[in-house]
């Protein structure tokens, strides 16, 4: 089964305007980490942003935030004040904690975004 | 600067070639890792080592084998039993026992076959 999900299809944002990016896990373990990465088209993955399981409050990085729902299983990544060089793909990623010390992530597909000036 | 640099940046495989990707740290990094990722699509691991010396098979590493005898490198080999090679490889490295444990990746390899 697919551990991590998204599914939008590529987005279109008016640069300095916000934007969400979504993503659903699927796990039973209670300790677990959500990543989000940045590939931009020279293929690198950039790290943008951690929440743990057990963290009490979504997790903010400059102008990236985590919308974290743990009821729901969503992790969704918003975006504020878009700027050109956002225009990217981005992955969301979970690591399940009983595989901690083998620091294993499951991706999902991305979600691709363009920022339009 | 302190990273990860994978090379070459391009790399083109005969049918029944083995050709080897390289991988450097200098983040004194205990784990490195190595993943595939085809067009539209996530990564997926091949092969992970969390020490000198020590290596295991992530999802789908018929066809790879790797070496870690160095704590800086993990040279990746794609041998001529992986039938369909055409595809991006991506090497990270994380240090390991920290709380985060977050993954940092190189530039990439883009492997094609001739």
């Known amino acids: 089964a697919q551990k991590i999900t998204q599914t939008q299809p590529g987005m279109f944002v008016q640069e300095k305007e916000a934007v969400t990016l979504d993503c659903t896990y699927d796990?039973?373990?209670?300790?677990?980490?959500l990543f989000w990465y940045k590939q931009p088209s020279s293929g690198e993955m950039i790290f943008l942003i951690y929440?743990?399981?057990?963290?009490?409050q979504n997790a903010t990085e400059g102008r990236y935030s985590l919308n974290f729902q743990k009821a729901r299983k969503s992790a969704n990544l918003v975006i504020s004040a878009s700027q050109l060089g956002d225009s990217a793909m981005y992955f969301c990623?979970?690591?399940?904690?009983?595989?901690?010390?083998?620091?294993?992530?499951?991706f999902g597909k991305g979600n691709q975004v363009v920022v339009i000036p | 600067d302190g990273g990860i640099t994978q090379s070459p940046k391009y790399l083109f495989r005969k049918e029944g070639q083995n050709v080897t990707l390289s991988c450097e740290q200098n983040?004194?990094?205990?784990?490195m890792y190595w993943y595939r990722q085809d067009p539209g699509q996530g990564l997926r691991l091949i092969y992970y080592?969390?020490?000198?010396?020590?290596?295991q098979k992530g999802d789908i590493a018929e066809g790879y084998s790797v070496s870690r005898e160095k704590k800086e490198s993990f040279p990746l080999t794609v041998t001529s039993a992986q039938k369909n090679p055409t595809a991006f490889y991506l090497c990270?490295?994380?240090?390991?026992?920290?709380?985060?444990?977050?993954?940092?990746f190189g530039a990439g390899t883009r492997l094609s076959v001739l």
């Open positions: 990270a490295s994380s240090r390991d026992r920290l709380a985060k444990n977050i993954q940092y």
């Open positions: 796990t039973s373990d209670q300790s677990y980490g």
């Open positions: 929440q743990g399981s057990y963290d009490e």
């Open positions: 990623a979970m690591r399940e904690d009983t595989d901690y010390g083998n620091n294993r992530l499951a």
């Open positions: 983040l004194n990094h205990d784990a």
């Open positions: 080592s969390q020490i000198v010396n020590d290596f």
